[in-house]
């Protein structure tokens, strides 16, 4: 079968690379070997937040009292719990599958390898092997949960995201290894259930990209939720041999020995791009990652790569982004490069992190003249009114010119906040024409407009 476009792997760069592509025109087919959607929607960012909801809606009804309500006490059962979150996921993956008919693409079910000569050959789950020809072959085959050498998984005492998203039942104590967004939201949601959660961190900050304000306040807040965190400390070793696991960890002050029930390894992950055709087709790699152009071409004529399998972020929106802008290049469309430095990142424990640009650290580094503005949640009457009030949001501007350089919030809501941020610096927008635009009132998002204030002296409310 010949196409136009084959795309391996469905996971958000996957099926929008394919669904933009057949919008353009394009034949297209696409190869999965598991479920349509891949990890995002099936083992990552989808049954994650279901899993964090149920979390919430927990808690809040645990301090119903807060609001005026007579005191309840919920329970619950794990099961059912996990039971959700995966009829979530596998309601998601069925919308890829009906995206994937309503767009005229087939779906090839398999194994996929790319070979010399713009060849795909797909192995099925009964051994079968078929051959497709295209004139653009694009691999977006994401990544999985990296092992260290001496934290080997075996998938009950030592796991990594897809055992902790469907544990049988709730470990009575978990040690999370690493900090970024997968760890500490397995770690407020496990902890939320009444789960003894330990982070070890091996940097000297929990959630080490993030700006170091926002590092400190959610640590805090981790902690005030019984949260037990061990920064510059590393896991040297586990002992599963037991009941349950002990944990050597190296820190600071000697080595210390953690008991739980079950250890989550969340030290980032490894892109998928072993056995998959690459040397064969002689596709440069470089420390384990896919190397390409700015428009995603490989250095192989009709072989492109987006999504986790090269060094940018590894972000389901980045993997969005990095396909559409692939495909309408071959289109021959003029097409504006990605900018990484105005890419969102969100965290969704809670307090919730949003965050976008330079943090102060890097702004200084990069040496520009700062104007800094922060606005506590605390002041804000919206927050309050909704009883979570924890957090704040900060912005960075250069002196100079105006330029927003960057935006960082930590609060119950602000992963739907950040894109005013991402919107305003593609614009080039100043602090001066946000103070100019009316935000709100009273809403979580007029603590935006706030902290600009801040930043220029004209602040009102605090």
């Given at each position: 079968?010949?196409?136009?476009?084959?795309?391996?792997?469905?996971?958000?760069?996957?099926?929008?690379?394919?669904?933009?592509?057949?919008?353009?025109?394009?034949?297209?087919?696409?190869?999965?070997?598991?479920?349509?959607?891949?990890?995002?929607?099936?083992?990552?960012?989808?049954?994650?937040?279901?899993?964090?909801?149920?979390?919430?809606?927990?808690?809040?009804?645990?301090?119903?009292?807060?609001?005026?309500?007579?005191?309840?006490?919920?329970?619950?059962?794990?099961?059912?719990?996990?039971?959700?979150?995966?009829?979530?996921?596998?309601?998601?993956?069925?919308?890829?599958?009906?995206?994937?008919?309503?767009?005229?693409?087939?779906?090839?079910?398999?194994?996929?390898?790319?070979?010399?000569?713009?060849?795909?050959?797909?192995?099925?789950?009964?051994?079968?092997?078929?051959?497709?020809?295209?004139?653009?072959?694009?691999?977006?085959?994401?990544?999985?949960?990296?092992?260290?050498?001496?934290?080997?998984?075996?998938?009950?005492?030592?796991?990594?995201?897809?055992?902790?998203?469907?544990?049988?039942?709730?470990?009575?104590?978990?040690?999370?290894?690493?900090?970024g967004a997968i760890g500490v939201e397995f770690a407020y949601f496990y902890a939320s259930l009444g789960t003894e959660v330990t982070i070890v961190e091996f940097m000297p900050r929990i959630v080490p990209v993030e700006d170091a304000d926002i590092s400190a306040h959610l640590e805090k807040s981790l902690k005030k939720a019984?949260?037990?965190?061990?920064?510059?400390?590393?896991?040297?070793?586990?002992?599963?041999?037991?009941?349950?696991?002990?944990?050597?960890?190296?820190?600071?002050?000697?080595?210390?020995?953690?008991?739980?029930?079950?250890?989550?390894?969340?030290?980032?992950?490894?892109?998928?791009?072993?056995?998959?055709?690459?040397?064969?087709?002689?596709?440069?790699?470089?420390?384990?990652?896919?190397?390409?152009?700015?428009?995603?071409?490989?250095?192989?004529?009709?072989?492109?790569?987006?999504?986790?399998?090269?060094?940018?972020?590894?972000?389901?929106?980045?993997?969005?982004?990095?396909?559409?802008?692939?495909?309408?290049?071959?289109?021959?469309?003029?097409?504006?490069?990605?900018?990484?430095?105005?890419?969102?990142?969100?965290?969704?424990?809670?307090?919730?992190?949003?965050?976008?640009?330079?943090?102060?650290?890097?702004?200084?580094?990069?040496?520009?003249?700062?104007?800094?503005?922060?606005?506590?949640?605390?002041?804000?009457?919206?927050?309050?009114?909704?009883?979570?009030?924890?957090?704040?949001?900060?912005?960075?501007?250069?002196?100079?010119?105006?330029?927003?350089?960057?935006?960082?919030?930590?609060?119950?809501?602000?992963?739907?906040?950040?894109?005013?941020?991402?919107?305003?610096?593609?614009?080039?927008?100043?602090?001066?024409?946000?103070?100019?635009?009316?935000?709100?009132?009273?809403?979580?998002?007029?603590?935006?407009?706030?902290?600009?204030?801040?930043?220029?002296?004209?602040?009102?409310?605090?």
């Amino acid at each position: 079968m010949n196409y136009d476009v084959i795309v391996i792997g469905s996971g958000p760069g996957g099926y929008v690379t394919a669904i933009r592509a057949s919008q353009l025109g394009f034949k297209t087919a696409i190869v999965e070997k598991e479920n349509l959607g891949g990890i995002c929607l099936n083992w990552g960012c989808i049954p994650t937040k279901a899993l964090l909801k149920s979390a919430q809606v927990f808690n809040y009804i645990n301090h119903a009292e807060s609001y005026g309500l007579n005191k309840v006490e919920a329970s619950y059962e794990f099961p059912n719990i996990v039971k959700r979150s995966r009829g979530v996921a596998d309601k998601m993956s069925k919308g890829i599958e009906f995206l994937m008919k309503k767009n005229k693409i087939d779906v090839v079910l398999g194994t996929a390898k790319v070979k010399p000569g713009k060849i795909v050959s797909v192995v099925d789950k009964d051994g079968k092997q078929s051959e497709y020809s295209a004139k653009h072959i694009i691999i977006a085959t994401g990544a999985r949960s990296r092992e260290l050498p001496n934290l080997p998984q075996d998938g009950k005492k030592v796991i990594g995201y897809r055992e902790a998203l469907t544990l049988p039942n709730q470990p009575k104590k978990m040690i999370v290894v690493g900090s970024g967004a997968i760890g500490v939201e397995f770690a407020y949601f496990y902890a939320s259930l009444g789960t003894e959660v330990t982070i070890v961190e091996f940097m000297p900050r929990i959630v080490p990209v993030e700006d170091a304000d926002i590092s400190a306040h959610l640590e805090k807040s981790l902690k005030k939720a019984g949260i037990k965190i061990m920064t510059n400390s590393s896991v040297e070793k586990v002992d599963t041999s037991g009941d349950g696991t002990k944990a050597f960890v190296k820190t600071a002050k000697g080595e210390q020995v953690l008991e739980a029930d079950v250890v989550l390894s969340a030290v980032g992950i490894q892109a998928n791009i072993e056995n998959i055709g690459l040397e064969e087709v002689g596709i440069k790699t470089d420390r384990g990652r896919i190397i390409v152009d700015d428009y995603y071409k490989t250095n192989v004529e009709g072989y492109y790569a987006i999504g986790d399998v090269l060094p940018t972020q590894a972000l389901a929106h980045v993997a969005s982004a990095e396909g559409i802008t692939c495909v309408e290049k071959i289109k021959g469309m003029h097409v504006e490069t990605i900018d990484y430095n105005n890419i969102p990142g969100c965290t969704y424990c809670s307090p919730e992190i949003a965050s976008v640009g330079f943090t102060e650290e890097k702004a200084k580094e990069a040496g520009y003249e700062l104007k800094i503005g922060k606005f506590p949640f605390s002041a804000s009457g919206k927050a309050t009114a909704n009883g979570d009030n924890d957090g704040f949001i900060k912005v960075i501007f250069d002196a100079k010119y105006g330029e927003w350089l960057g935006c960082h919030m930590i609060g119950n809501g602000v992963t739907e906040m950040i894109a005013e941020a991402v919107v305003a610096r593609k614009l080039e927008t100043t602090g001066h024409e946000v103070l100019k635009s009316i935000h709100p009132h009273p809403t979580l998002s007029e603590a935006v407009m706030e902290a600009v204030a801040a930043a220029y002296g004209e602040v009102i409310h605090i």
